[in-house]
């Protein structure tokens, strides 16, 4: 839709309901409750049926739009090579998720191969291999040619100290031994957040491990009582390769409680691989890394650029990519069904196995991107959002990776509770000082959150351990910080002809200029939510949206009827109250960083935060959608940038230009004039 390769939506319901991501925001949020509770899913049958309308859909755009090359950012091609990459996103993601289903729901399909339990001899050791200090520069060049996310452009250069990390990824039998001592019960190997999801998950063990004790599962909905530790019976999904005496067990845990441990793959409950990569969370590797000793930890982003050695250079040209040689020596593109032996793919040169695929390996990084971060108008919040120091780096792909995936430039993050096709290698510096530099990139801000407020930030081995402390890349966070949600109330309601005053009320004297209807009215850039709540006269219902949480938590107070205190320019302190006549009940305001499909059907759409948008054009572009016929689209800018003939390149043909006028209003400097231009959606 937004490259313009197709005019309509297949179904407009389904894509609603199937366009939320799958990086739960919290432990307990299982489901989405966004949409207002919930899902009411549809039947199988409409959901297959829908598939088959896209895919034929998305093979005749194929077939009917014409290739120019070289396909750029700026082409329309871009988008479709983004809807495949995203699709090889979520083939893995989902591979994920059907690993977490009841082993007898699912059946293995033809041809699905998994790996041999052991290459030659026993994995018995995991040497530390050092390397010595060195810089090292990371990050996909522009004009590199193949697609890659936003978040993968740009460039970071530093200095890395020496340091030691394993050869190979820690593996289920190294794991097995941390889980055996007593790992999981003693809260001193574990980081406050760590412990916190172990404890109110009730974990015992790794997800993909299976023992025979009903441990709590980790699913929501139907599935929310439903148990994966359980044996299944020989024979289908059962155990193969022989019986459960394969597996591994102990003699005592937690009050002489004999336990005997399994590996769940995709289609079937396994005898324990061990030596297959333990695929954890950032939180189980980071407690292992503190059962091995001090100064143990996971390597960073820069350490896992050096370790991946200097075969695959970028001045290559995509013979320097793993995806584009024909054989590689990599357990990737669903080789096998399954993870392998972390000693069944060679070293590389400086002799690190499984530098690329097998398993995801967790940095110590938060995600964020690198210097000259900019995000894509098609999917502008694709990595965005997560650049909040709520997320860990994952690097190197797996076994189901493929694509842009699989590339030496990928970087996919998740929360640290989260579980993926991810394992880890441990690390550890090898300076002589009081306090260690680790090179890794932890992001400063502090990111408000809605219904929790500032969250402080856990920094592991703070005594020990000196990070990279480095801005969050996403201006949205940056900016919605107390001083700004100050400015912002001050200029709500600390002058006579305040900003959202008077664009309220030139708004409504469009309304009945244009007789638009008023039915529903949508605000972006809602801020602290005065020019909403003053639509609210005449428009039945009226919703704000910020992507600033200070904003929106301001907001909904301010509907509620509470006093907003804030610091004004002087520095004296005041107090901010919504007075005069107004119906709070038909306003509603929403923290979003993108325009969702279920906003949709307004009469007259507002934007107000041009000037303080990370990426104007990816809202521009989807304003006449969620504008319904004959309605009005309204743009206010402090700056002339946004005028009719910016504005109208974005546009197209879908709005038609109606009038253009300068509005006065009042703020700490005094007069000032903002620019309005009004257009009608055909």
């Known amino acids: 839709m937004l490259a313009g390769l197709i005019k309509e939506r297949v179904n407009l319901e389904f894509e609603t309901m199937f366009e939320t991501g799958v990086d739960e925001m919290s432990w307990d949020d299982t489901e989405n409750y966004r949409m207002g509770g919930s899902y009411k899913w549809p039947s199988l049958s409409s959901v297959v049926e829908y598939r088959r309308n896209v895919r034929n859909l998305v093979l005749k755009v194929i077939h009917d739009t014409p290739l120019d090359l070289p396909v750029t950012m700026e082409s329309p091609w ?30 293995k399909p033809k041809g699905w191969v998994y790996a041999p339990f052991k290459c030659g001899g ?10 010595e200090t060195q810089d090292v520069t990371f990050g996909k060049p522009k004009d590199f040619p193949s697609y890659g996310w936003d978040n993968e452009y740009g460039e970071f250069s530093t200095r890395v100290p020496a340091f030691e990390a394993s050869k190979f990824m820690i593996t289920n039998g190294e794991y097995l031994e941390f889980v055996e001592s007593g790992g999981y019960e003693d809260e001193k190997f574990w980081t406050e957040e760590g412990w916190k999801w172990k404890v109110y998950r009730q974990s015992k063990h790794p997800v993909f491990w299976v023992c025979n004790h009903s441990c709590k599962g980790g699913c929501g909905a139907d599935l929310s009582k439903y148990s994966p530790c359980h044996f299944p019976n020989s024979g289908t999904n059962g155990v193969i390769n022989g019986s459960l005496t394969n597996g ?8 002489g409680e004999k336990r005997t441990y399994m590996y769940r793959a995709m289609f079937d409950v396994l005898p324990l691989p061990a030596d297959w990569p333990a695929e954890v969370n950032y939180h189980q590797a980071r407690a292992f890394c503190a059962w091995k000793g001090f100064g143990f930890r996971l390597l960073t982003e820069a350490e896992r650029n050096v370790i991946k050695g200097k075969k695959l250079e970028t001045t290559q040209g995509i013979d320097g990519d793993i995806i584009y040689q024909k054989k590689p020596k990599a357990n990737i593109n669903l080789h096998y069904g399954s993870s392998t032996p972390v000693n069944m793919y060679p070293a590389n040169e400086l002799g690190y196995h499984d530098v690329f695929g097998n398993a995801w390996e967790w940095a110590e990084d938060h995600f964020n991107g690198l210097n000259g971060y900019s995000s894509h108008w098609y999917y502008d919040d694709f990595s965005s959002p997560c650049f909040d120091g709520r997320h860990n780096l994952i690097l190197g792909g797996s076994w189901v990776s493929t ?8 970087r996919f993050a998740f929360r640290r509770h989260f579980i993926q096709h991810a394992g880890f290698r441990i690390a550890r510096s090898l300076q002589l000082a009081d306090k260690i530099n680790v090179p890794a990139r932890m992001v400063k801000d502090e990111v408000f959150v809605l219904g929790v407020g500032v969250e402080e930030k856990e920094i592991p081995d703070a005594d ?20 700004s949600l100050y400015g912002i109330i001050e200029l709500e309601f600390g002058f006579r002809d305040t900003f959202p ?28 939510g005065r020019g909403p709540l003053e639509l609210t006269n005449v428009f039945q219902n009226v919703l704000g949206v910020d992507y600033a949480a200070r904003f929106i938590d301001a907001a909904q107070k301010l509907k509620n009827g509470k006093a907003l205190s804030y610091k004004a320019g002087n520095g004296e302190q005041k107090t901010a109250v919504m007075s005069g006549d107004y119906q709070p009940d038909r306003a509603i305001f929403k923290q979003l960083t993108w325009i969702p499909n279920e906003i949709c059907d307004h009469d007259m759409t507002i934007v107000t935060f041009m000037d303080r948008t990370m990426n104007a054009k990816a809202w521009l572009a989807r304003l006449w959608e ?8 309204v743009i206010v800018s402090e700056t002339k940038e946004w005028n009719k ?23 700490k400097k005094g007069e000032e004039t903002l620019q309005i231009t009004a257009w009608a959606r055909k």
């Open 78 to 107: 871009w988008a479709i090579l983004m809807g495949i990459e995203h699709e090889r996103i979520h083939l893995e993601t989902s591979s994920v998720l059907i690993r977490q289903l009841p082993v007898e729901m699912v059946t």
């Open 122 to 131: 026993r994995v018995e050791e995991n040497p530390l291999i050092s390397v």
């Open 248 to 255: 591994h067990s102990r003699e005592v845990i937690n009050g």
């Open 403 to 410: 694509g842009d995936e699989a590339s030496k430039f990928a």
């Open 464 to 483: 020990e351990v000196e990070y990279k402390w480095v801005p969050t890349t996403n201006y949205h966070y940056s900016y919605d910080t107390e001083d």
């Open 501 to 528: 005053h008077n664009v309220a009320q030139h708004c409504l004297s469009l309304q009945k200029k244009y007789q638009c209807g008023s039915k529903s009215a949508l605000w972006l850039g809602s801020g602290a």
């Open 626 to 633: 969620v504008t319904v016929k004959s309605g009005l689209v």
């Open 645 to 667: 003939d910016n504005l109208a390149q974005y546009f197209g043909n879908n709005l038609l230009f109606k009038e253009a006028q300068d509005l006065k209003y009042t703020s």
